[in-house]
């Protein structure tokens, strides 16, 4: 099992600029597609951007593309999520997760369970 801490969350102005970690362990943490997901209060949790294991693709929620940018660093079993220009509807909690692939990120069809992810507020 692929365990996940996120950190990286806050308070920020609109406008303004995060960068979200999540730090996997496991072995075969390299092995997977990584996500970033959010979820706001009193809304399902969506999908915001997906890489591959080698890092060579990325897929983005069309409300966050040219935004933000996801990387990873798999000797460091990172993912990195940069936050750029954000806006009072980013605001949510921020999970990431693992999957078979980008697709099935997307899908929401991950591998691990839910952990508390990290917060972000933007405010106007």
């Known amino acids: 099992q692929v365990l996940r801490v996120e950190s990286g969350g806050g308070l920020v102005q609109v406008g303004g600029s995060l960068r979200l970690s999540c730090v996997g362990s496991g072995r075969t943490y390299s092995s997977y597609s990584m996500g970033w997901f959010r979820q706001a209060p009193g809304q399902e949790r969506e999908f915001v951007a997906g890489i591959t294991r080698n890092g060579l693709t990325t897929d983005y929620a069309d409300v966050v593309k040219g935004r933000f940018t996801i990387s990873r660093d798999n000797a460091k079993n990172t993912v990195y999520l940069q936050m750029n220009n954000l806006k009072p509807e980013d605001t949510a909690v921020y999970h990431c997760?693992?999957?078979?692939?980008?697709?099935?990120?997307?899908?929401?069809?991950?591998?691990?369970?839910w952990g508390q992810g990290t917060q972000v507020i933007v405010s106007s």
């Open positions: 997760n693992s999957a078979i692939s980008n697709a099935a990120l997307i899908a929401r069809a991950v591998l691990g369970s």
